[in-house]
């Protein structure tokens, strides 16, 4: 075990994954969000605290799963590195929300709902990738995932403007198992909510 990992992230963290994530840090300067240094942390009560722990800690079962994968050894250490901060940022993000919503931004607020109906290693992919426009559609576009999540994840970052995208993915939206104030945030984070 890596105790001071371990100590950091406040959940048992193995050898293995410990390696991993501190050679991709060497490579992608990030460390994980330690929930214990922050000012909105510390402003939450003990229940409050507990419940934060609880949906922070999915993050090393999500980066035990993306090492693990076949995707992570086709990966410069730099790009493991940029998904690895991306899934611990999402899970501090879906943290907080749980327990103090107002403490967290619209962007942050967009990648944790997305995540729960999009795998998060695919948003971390797309949402690293850098370059213009045109080189984040084609990256979309790469994807293995059906047209509708490709339509969701590019639609988080621009408006669609053909009306049978927006249709189409207006029906994906309203038949995704989320709650109705969910589906509105959704809307209103792909822009379609006009």
């Given amino acids: 075990m890596d105790v001071a990992l371990e100590k950091y992230l406040g959940q048992d963290v193995d050898d293995t994954v410990a390696e991993e ?9 990030f460390f994980p ?10 402003e ?34 730099e790009e493991r590195g940029k998904i690895i901060d991306y899934i611990f940022d999402t899970y501090y993000d879906a943290a ?8 967290v931004s619209k962007s942050e607020m967009k990648k944790v709902v997305a995540s729960r109906y999009i795998d998060l290693v695919v948003l971390a992919e797309v949402d690293t ?10 990256a979309v576009n790469s994807l293995s995932v059906s047209d509708e999540e490709k339509l969701f994840i590019y639609a988080l970052k621009y408006k ?10 207006r029906s994906y939206i309203n038949n995704l198992a989320a709650t109705n104030e ?3 945030l959704i809307l209103e984070f792909c822009q379609l909510n006009d």
């Fill in 21 to 29: 994530i501190r050679r991709a840090n060497r490579s992608y300067k």
């Fill in 33 to 42: 969000a330690s929930p214990y240094t922050s000012e909105a942390f510390k």
């Fill in 44 to 77: 939450l009560s003990a229940a409050e605290k507990e419940q934060f722990k609880d949906v922070y800690s999915g993050s090393i079962s999500d980066v035990k799963s993306f090492i693990r994968s076949k995707k992570y050894y086709k990966l410069s250490e």
């Fill in 96 to 103: 907080m929300v749980s327990v103090a919503r107002n403490s």
């Fill in 129 to 138: 990738t850098t370059g213009n426009k045109q080189e984040r559609a084609k």
């Fill in 160 to 169: 669609l403007t053909d009306k049978n995208e927006q249709k189409l993915l």
């Fill in 182 to 184: 969910e589906k509105a």
